[in-house]
């Protein structure tokens, strides 16, 4: 499918008539806008003929669904991968600043907290996300004239989903009722006992304990255990092993919960015909017509329109801009830090730029600066672990989303 603009730089509808475009390509009538999705402005006015487009959105946590079709063909699929580094960045970023202002500005005067967080305001992770959301939709009205967008956000109920027979008070106070705070109900509900010597080392000192690191696994009670003073240095000293696992998370359950009426309520803003469909439609609709379980395919069913001939498929991963760490953490002898960052550019190449390997298309995911490179597809197939740039022919320079065609299975 190739994606049409009219002069003014309009959507009009796409065409599979690839002589025709390669013949006004040719008379210079039209120009290349873009190459993934093939795009082309048309140079001279024409009839602004258009369809009607229905747009399906399955938002999502990782990842989006996206599928731009009419009554009998689909017009658009992709599967957009997004960024889930964003709390751990974060939490690297405030051990270092911590560690870097307690070595330079130890004796800094305390000062008046004066930053309040606004009206509407969301954690930088689901932020970022949400935007990546509304940046979809944004580009896919720059190339279809889409007429009508159709959303379903899942909703989850992690009571239930903890305990699904939970209710009446019960489901109303929660479990942490009548405790300060988390580490007094975690004492409360270990029964104040250590979980590795059960109060043999009779220590009368009680830490709660991070299954995972903080910085990953954060303060929910089910990432922290009771283990006596005692213990708790002997693991940290790699003196005792602790076989636990957390249990099960709910970061992502509460990131819909949380981005479901706030990409809703932006999309109604900024487009006049939006809608919301639920996830039990969806379900139902895919295995009525038999269709086979996927995000871009789910998005077909959310636009209503399950029997359209559908089209290979664009897999899509939003990636980080840069890295703005410096330095590494290990401090060198001298007291020197070595640099965390590589060059910029490598003999004449970027990190996720899109380049032709012995006839293959892939994406830079690691270089050295001898010139050899990690190549890849998105979905992680290793094209080769160390080409010589001598091989590559730079496609694309690197941009914040990497694309790639995918068949249809």
């Not at 109604?268 to 395919?297: A, C, D, W």
Request: aromatic fraction near 8%; include cysteine.
């Amino acid at each position: 499918m190739i994606y049409v603009l009219n002069q003014e730089g309009q959507p009009l509808m796409p065409t599979k008539r690839h002589g025709k475009v390669r013949h006004l390509l040719e008379k210079g009538k039209a120009k290349v806008v873009k190459r993934t999705p093939f795009t082309i402005q048309l140079l001279y006015k024409g009839e602004n003929y258009t369809q009607d487009i229905t747009l399906g959105i399955d938002a999502g946590s990782k990842h989006i669904g996206v599928s731009a079709s009419t009554d009998t063909e689909e017009l658009y699929s992709s599967e957009v991968e997004l960024r889930n580094d964003i709390v751990k960045l974060l939490s690297s970023r405030r051990a270092l600043r911590s560690s870097r202002r307690n070595r330079k500005t130890r004796h800094r005067k305390a000062r008046f907290d004066n930053r309040a967080k606004g009206k509407g305001w969301l954690a930088p992770s689901v932020r970022q996300k949400i935007d990546t959301h509304l940046k979809v939709v944004d580009d896919i009205h720059k190339i279809l004239p889409i007429t009508e967008i159709v959303v379903e956000t899942a909703q989850f109920d992690i009571q239930k989903i903890k305990n699904p027979d939970i209710s009446g008070t019960e489901y109303q106070e929660g479990e942490q009722l009548n405790s300060w705070n988390i580490r007094e109900y975690v004492l409360f509900r270990d029964n104040h006992t250590c979980h590795h010597c059960k109060g043999k080392s009779k220590e009368l000192v009680l830490n709660t304990h991070h299954i995972e690191s903080r910085k990953t696994g954060g303060d929910a009670p089910n990432n922290l255990i009771t283990l006596c003073k005692t213990c708790h240095d002997k693991f940290h000293k790699d003196e005792i092993e602790l076989n636990i696992k957390r249990g099960q998370k709910f970061n992502h359950a509460t990131f819909m919960g949380v981005m479901r009426w706030a990409f809703y309520n932006v999309l109604k803003e900024k487009y006049p015909n939006v809608k919301m469909t639920f996830g039990y439609i969806t379900k139902n609709t895919r295995i009525e017509n038999n269709l086979q379980k996927s995000h871009h395919i789910d998005a077909l069913c959310i636009a209503g329109h399950p029997k359209a001939k559908q089209l290979d498929y664009y897999q899509v991963k939003k990636v980080r801009c840069h890295n703005r760490q410096i330095h590494k953490l290990t401090i060198n002898k001298g007291g020197t830090r070595k640099n965390n960052q590589a060059p910029y550019i490598v003999k004449g190449f970027r990190l996720f730029d899109k380049v032709s390997y012995e006839g293959k298309e892939c994406f830079i995911f690691g270089r050295r600066t001898t010139g050899y490179f990690d190549l890849r597809k998105l979905d992680g197939t290793t094209i080769h672990k160390s080409a010589s740039y001598k091989k590559l022919k730079l496609i694309k320079p690197k941009g914040s989303y990497l694309i790639e065609r995918k068949k249809v299975c």
